[in-house]
């Protein structure tokens, strides 16, 4: 399109709103250049184009949006407090059953032999000899061992005690003088009561006082001590009782132990503790047996 | 258009059309609440538009959304009432820029839009056509027009000066 006189606003206005193309503005500074006349329009048409002002919206944060993500929610109070009730289940259950097992035990341990846990050796001598020719002087003086000299000496006394009630026939519940009740000479019987003392217990030497017996006691809380006879041989031998089932057993406490010597296990442990000091050959006639003093835990 | 591309064109784009509402509509709360909106509107339709073309697009959407404000506020048309020489009530020389700002609010608004969006936004007519919805004669004569309003406006604060 050329540029005239009658039609230079329009291509005035074209060229300041850059809709034309380069060489059509070509035209247009060539068309000014030949009509200076013209320029002044065109500066004022140039002054109504508006610059940019800056201008800064206020409020822009509030424009930015985030994407709603789906959420992993943690359940760690979840996942902790499901975690605490499985433990506590299974502690439970485990609980549960330890408990059962150990009443079975118990159950089963009060017909057979509980465990047995040496206490600390104490030597008996027995002498082949002594002064009264009676069945309590067969009773034994506990030798205990040096160290407990004086505890020893304690008990000691009361076992002398107690025997020479029992030979005098103080002893409730025994025949005076029970003579007649055949006791093997190197044979004995003796129990204690509790750890503290030991005691004779006259009215379980029952009916042919079999020194191969084992004599325990009821209503003890603690364990019962078990002295186990030596024969004529040293051969120590242990057997059932025939303790009535009220021996076994009362409601805090495990009075005997039924052992069996055919279990060899227990019998080979009762034989090394029950060893024969070889010193006491040396010595006269007099026989030394080693006691061996089991304490029963149940 | 994804979230980075429409938190971009907050970034890049808030401005100008703040700028723009503001200019064509010379009320500060409704350009807020102009900007607000079309920006609303681009982040509903972002899965449906391009990022490249989303400037034009939130363009688009304000100068229609200012279109329905002026209308419900049913708003003055300055251009039929604006005199044939300005008022000299000033007998300061105001600068070049506040005449013009002055001779702006003589344009009506499809005329202000327009010359908003050429000056300010740099729009084609074309580009002009495709926001306002008019064709490229539309925007050409419109254009036009208001240019020579403000150079008989200027010519005439000269004069006056």
């Known amino acids: 399109m050329d540029i005239n006189r009658n039609n230079y606003e329009t ?43 800056q201008i800064e919206y206020d409020q822009k944060e509030q424009l930015f949006h985030k994407e709603e993500k789906r959420r992993i929610i943690p359940l760690y109070w979840l996942r902790i407090a499901a975690s605490v009730i499985i433990l506590l289940a299974a502690g439970w259950i485990i609980l549960t059953k330890v408990s059962n097992n150990h009443q079975r035990e118990m159950a089963v341990n009060n017909r057979n032999p509980l465990k047995i846990s040496p206490a600390p050796e104490k030597l008996v001598p027995v002498k082949k000899e002594l002064k009264n020719n009676t069945q309590t002087d067969r009773f034994v003086k506990k030798d205990i061992i040096e160290n407990n000299e004086q505890s020893n000496q304690s008990r000691e006394k009361e076992i002398t005690k107690k025997a020479a009630q029992f030979n005098q026939g103080n002893v409730k519940g025994l025949p005076q003088k029970n003579n007649s009740i055949p006791v093997p000479e190197e044979s004995f019987v003796a129990s204690q009561k509790s750890n503290a003392a030991l005691e004779i217990q006259p009215d379980r030497l029952h009916a042919g006082t079999d020194p191969k017996q084992i004599t325990a006691l009821q209503g003890t809380r603690t364990a019962a001590m078990v002295l186990i006879t030596a024969g004529a041989k040293d051969q120590i031998k242990v057997e059932n009782t025939d303790l009535k089932e009220q021996n076994f057993q009362t409601d805090n406490a495990i009075s005997v132990v039924a052992l069996d010597d055919q279990n060899k296990s227990i019998s080979g442990f009762i034989n090394k503790l029950t060893k024969r000091n070889p010193d006491d050959d040396k010595t006269n006639n007099a026989r030394k047996v080693r006691v061996s003093v089991f304490q029963i835990s149940y | ?26 009320q500060v709360e409704d350009a807020r609440d102009l900007v607000q909106s079309s920006f609303e509107k681009l982040w509903q339709h972002r899965s449906e538009i391009n990022a490249l073309k989303s400037k034009s697009y939130l363009f688009t959407i304000g100068y229609h959304k200012m279109i329905d404000l002026n209308r419900k506020n049913s708003r003055i048309d300055f251009l039929e009432s604006l005199p044939e020489r300005p008022e000299t009530s000033s007998k300061t020389s105001p600068r070049l820029k506040e005449i013009l700002e002055k001779a702006l609010n003589r344009l009506n608004e499809r005329q202000r839009s327009l010359v908003l969006l050429k000056d300010y936004e740099g729009y084609s007519y074309e580009e002009i056509a495709d926001i306002t919805g008019l064709n490229i004669t539309q925007v050409k004569v419109t254009l036009h027009r208001s240019r020579l309003i403000l150079k008989d406006w200027l010519v005439s604060v000269e004069n006056v000066l």
């Open chain 1, 11 to 53: 291509s005035f206005l074209l060229y300041l709103d850059r809709e034309l193309s380069p060489v059509e503005m070509l035209k247009v500074e060539k068309f000014l250049t030949e009509n200076p006349d013209l320029q002044k329009e065109f500066v004022l048409l140039q002054q109504t184009i508006f610059l940019p002002e």
């Open chain 2, 1 to 26: 258009m994804t979230e980075e591309d429409y938190n971009n064109c907050v970034k890049l784009y808030s401005d100008g059309l703040y700028r723009f509402m503001l200019k064509s509509t010379r």
